[in-house]
């Protein structure tokens, strides 16, 4: 099967992460989404049908490494090579106080967003260096949390500034190798992680449009960071 371009969106299930692949999937790209839950890939993949776009679902945890690597060969079984990847997988702990955030909420969010994001990365390197044309794009979705952090939010805000140091280490690394890699740092979209926050959101679809952007640049050039927030929202001098 021949395509020309091929993208894999972690957590493409609901909100930012269907948003982005049905964008990308209108954009030209052939989509793999990857999920926990079957039945909600296969809602994204049936609308994309309906468009006549290309959007095929993989239930994957991107927790365990042996998960990652099974989706990827999937993706390299069916079109040979990925062009971009999108770590949108994630989870939040409830807000409580430092000193009473248990060991596994902490460990859940940490192996979700960062280990997850670590493990698809290692895998799409792997496969942009082999490739022919060689190289692609990752795009790693960070937050407004990746600088300034809501109180109570201990596991999520540690997470998301690391995956500004896992950002940076992966646009250093891939250079040799034409991969560019960015992040986009997100503030209240409208999806149904944010419904108990009381602050100002916009919508998803505006998320997906600059996520699109960014994978719309040729590979010499790279949003290495972009933040897209609800304007109204309380982000600069926040507390």
């Known amino acids: ?69 099974a989706m990827f060969a999937r993706v390299k079984d069916m079109f040979g090579r990925i062009d971009l990847l999108f770590n949108n997988a994630g989870t939040n702990a409830r807000a409580v106080p430092l000193d009473e955030l248990a060991y596994e909420q902490w460990q859940t969010v940490i192996e979700t967003n960062l280990t997850g994001a670590f493990l698809c990365t290692q895998e799409a390197m792997r496969m942009m260096k082999e490739q022919q044309p060689r190289g692609g794009r990752i795009i790693n979705n960070g937050s407004i949390s990746a600088h300034v952090p809501r109180p109570n939010s201990a596991a999520y805000t540690a997470s998301k500034h690391a995956i500004t140091g896992l ?21 209240n979209a409208d999806t149904e992680m944010t419904q108990p926050l009381k602050e100002p959101k916009m919508s998803v679809g505006d998320v997906a449009r600059a996520v699109a952007y960014m994978a719309s640049l040729p590979l010499d050039a790279n949003v290495q960071f972009m933040t897209v927030m609800a304007t109204r929202m309380p982000y600069i001098g926040r507390g």
Request: glycine residues 12%; positive net charge; proline residues 2%.
């Open 1 to 69: 099967m021949s395509v020309v371009k091929v993208a894999l969106v972690t957590g493409g299930g609901t909100g930012i992460g269907k948003a982005v692949a049905l964008a990308l999937a209108r954009d030209g790209f052939a989509v793999v989404v990857g999920g926990r839950r079957r039945e909600v890939l296969e809602h994204v993949a049936a609308e994309a049908r309906a468009e006549k776009l290309e959007v095929v679902p993989f239930e994957v945890n991107v927790r365990e490494p042996r998960s990652v690597s």
């Open 167 to 187: 950002t940076k280490s992966t646009s250093l690394e891939g250079r040799a190798y034409d991969i560019a890699c960015g992040q986009i740092d997100i503030g």
